[in-house]
């Protein structure tokens, strides 16, 4: 028996089992991890879980209660096989953190006692209930961090507490709520709501779920407004059975695959999010009918017409239909077929374009005819939807945006996202080998404080254009991190090869930044200034160093982009003590030679959390 547990509520943990649900990444289907969902808590005779819980709570055996669920999620859990390296997402009643029987320290010696990896275990926090005291609440999330294990707060956007909690706890995952993501496609409000959320999330740090996504076009806006990660039935319902769990969900992958590498990509996806479907009237229908049609239909003041195929043939507008009702000679000339009246008569021609055309070929065309309600949209000469001109306009300023947010302003490289999504499939496509490349600058802080973050720039712009010239190539992406921190990635090469070319980056810029000195620093070979002692000591002129990571052909990739990002950050620190600056190691090498070490969790240097307009001036 569970200390302080009942006979009754024995029995009730005996029958309460979990179900796991994958959580993925958003843009390969690449699995996460799962989350644990409490299942049979009405064979354990409780009405709802909220109940279970509550009944719990209300006989202070809440703690308790978690202990036995926690060991109930890890062995189920670790029966999937933790080399997978997925995390387990495990919900925490928030109320746990107000009951002194709570101690983090439990949850270590479950961990330990099962052999589970600190490091996978998030532990879930829900708005549904108020927090508990702040330096409270703050001190226990901080010694389940110390202790490996990571925090998300879930249900985000409900409840009591709000933004509030998203504040005390500074979350590493943070999942926006179903309510926002159901038929997100169709209300601009809810998505106006989780974008704001996602920006929010990103500024903190935190990477964004979407939970309860269940249709293709929910994925879409999510993807579209930066989340990372996807959970919900589009991936998979949760399951009991462990064995109906993947890996890897190729349905997921073969959405962005489907898709062209271009802009138009992209753009299809804008549209998607913004077109309407108003339901099409049939060119064979009779004209009569139109009027009960319209009088049904009080949200739009015009539809579109379709032939027996689907394929768009204009719109009909309600004005011109009352033009005849109102008469009793337009009447009869609606009524009456001998006239020789057809829908024809009445319908207005409106442009159509595919789905796939870019929203600037979009908007020239809208631009060209004056009057316009909007534009049929079709995919495969199939109507699809209508895009009205408010609709349009909102499109072209979303793609603006956007853009502006995938690059970073100074250089104009790939920013972040585009990196994090870039890393994501390079993980994902097993079959070809990739070396990534990660750049930060030496003694640069220093150099800012001597001659102004103006003159920094210009060296940043100088890296910059150096990168670009090595990059024009398809199997190569270059990108900019943010302040003196950049990105490569080359598919398909060896790695000594890449390495001796990133020696020849570092040289050239060596010699071509000593520009940007005064005679006197270039005649010394260093600048004077303060080290972290706070005392003065001459700097050696700007380097640059390089981690070059080689994911070589395997059967399968288990690192996530984060890990990937820890690795090179650790692989940096071995470059900037390297006589040339550089750090190479090929992927399964590394991690055999760090599995078992004590390395300190290291500031991720790339992913979707870090905005583009962050500037690191550190050496």
């Given amino acids: 028996m569970i200390m302080g547990i009942t006979n009754d509520w024995e029995r009730a943990l005996g029958v309460v089992d979990y179900a796991l649900q994958p959580i993925v990444n958003i843009h390969t289907g690449a699995i996460y991890g799962y989350e644990a969902l409490i299942r049979k808590?009405?064979?354990?005779?409780?009405?709802?879980?909220?109940?279970?819980?509550?009944?719990?709570?209300?006989?202070?055996?809440?703690?308790?209660?978690?202990?036995?669920?926690?060991?109930?999620?890890f062995d189920k859990m670790s029966r999937i096989s933790w080399e997978g390296r997925a995390k387990l997402f495990f919900n925490i009643d928030s109320r746990l953190f107000h009951s002194a029987e709570f101690h983090p320290e439990q949850v270590l010696d479950l961990l330990e006692n099962r052999r589970v990896p600190k490091d996978l275990v998030c532990l879930e926090l829900s708005e549904k209930h108020p927090i508990c005291e702040a330096d409270n609440l703050m001190g226990k999330l901080k010694m389940l961090r110390n202790l490996g294990c990571s925090i998300a707060v879930d249900d985000f956007g409900t409840g009591f507490s709000g933004t509030q909690l998203l504040y005390f706890t500074k979350p590493e995952y943070v999942k926006i709520d179903r309510f926002y993501i159901q038929n997100i496609e169709n209300d601009t409000n809810k998505r106006l709501l989780a974008s704001s959320m996602v920006k929010i999330a990103h500024l903190m740090g935190s990477l964004v779920i979407a939970e309860g996504v269940e249709t293709e076009a929910e994925y879409w806006c999510c993807k579209?407004?930066?989340?990372?990660l996807l959970q919900g039935y589009l991936v998979q319902k949760p399951t009991l059975n462990i064995g109906n769990l993947k890996n890897s969900y190729d349905h997921i992958h073969d959405l962005t695959a489907s898709e062209k590498r271009n802009e138009a990509a992209k753009d299809k996806a804008l549209i998607q999010a913004r077109i309407e479907y108003l339901q099409p009237i049939d060119y064979q229908i009779k004209l009569v009918s139109l009027l009960e049609i319209f009088k049904k239909n009080k949200k739009h003041s015009y539809l579109p017409v379709v032939s027996t195929h689907q394929k768009p043939l204009g719109i009909i507008k309600e004005e011109t239909i009352k033009v005849f009702a109102y008469s009793e000679y337009g009447r009869s000339l609606l009524v009456n077929p001998t006239f020789g009246r057809t829908i024809d008569d009445f319908m207005n021609r409106v442009p159509m374009v595919d789905i796939h055309t870019p929203v600037e070929e979009i908007l020239e065309t809208f631009s060209s005819h004056e009057g316009l309600e909007g534009?049929?949209?079709?995919?495969?000469?199939?109507?699809?939807?209508?895009?009205t001109a408010h609709s349009l306009l909102k499109m072209v300023n979303e793609k603006k945006l956007a853009q502006a947010a995938d690059q970073n302003p100074l250089s104009k490289l790939p920013g972040n996202k585009v990196i994090y999504e870039y890393l994501s499939k390079a993980l994902h496509n097993v079959g070809e080998s990739f070396v990534v490349v990660y750049f930060d600058f030496d003694h640069f802080k220093v150099y800012n404080d001597k001659y102004g973050f103006r003159q920094g720039d210009r060296v940043i712009l100088l890296f910059a254009e150096l990168l670009k010239s090595r990059a024009q190539s398809a199997d190569r992406f270059a990108g900019h991190i943010g302040g003196d921190d950049f990105f490569l990635g080359v598919k398909g090469q060896p790695l000594d090869i890449i390495a001796q070319e990133i020696r020849e980056i570092g040289e050239t810029f060596r010699i071509n930044v000593e520009s940007f000195y005064d005679t006197k620093a270039i005649e010394q070979g260093c600048i004077e200034g303060k080290g972290r002692d706070g005392r003065k000591q001459c700097f050696p002129l700007i380097t640059v160093s390089a981690a070059v990571l080689e994911m070589p052909v395997a059967t399968g990739r288990i690192q996530t982009p984060e890990e990937i990002g820890n690795i090179m950050a650790d692989m940096k620190k071995k470059a900037k003590q390297s006589p040339d600056h550089i750090a190479t190691s090929i992927l399964n090498s590394f991690i055999e030679s760090t599995t078992d070490s004590d390395v300190e969790p290291t500031v991720i240097p790339f992913d979707s959390r870090r905005g583009p307009e962050y500037r690191s001036t550190a050496s």
């Fill in 375 to 387: 534009i049929m949209i079709t995919n495969s000469m199939k109507y699809v939807g209508f895009l």
């Fill in 41 to 73: 808590v009405a064979e354990a005779g409780f009405e709802s879980i909220p109940d279970f819980f509550d009944d719990a709570f209300n006989h202070q055996i809440l703690g308790s209660i978690h202990q036995h669920l926690f060991i109930a999620a």
């Fill in 224 to 228: 579209t407004i930066g989340c990372d």
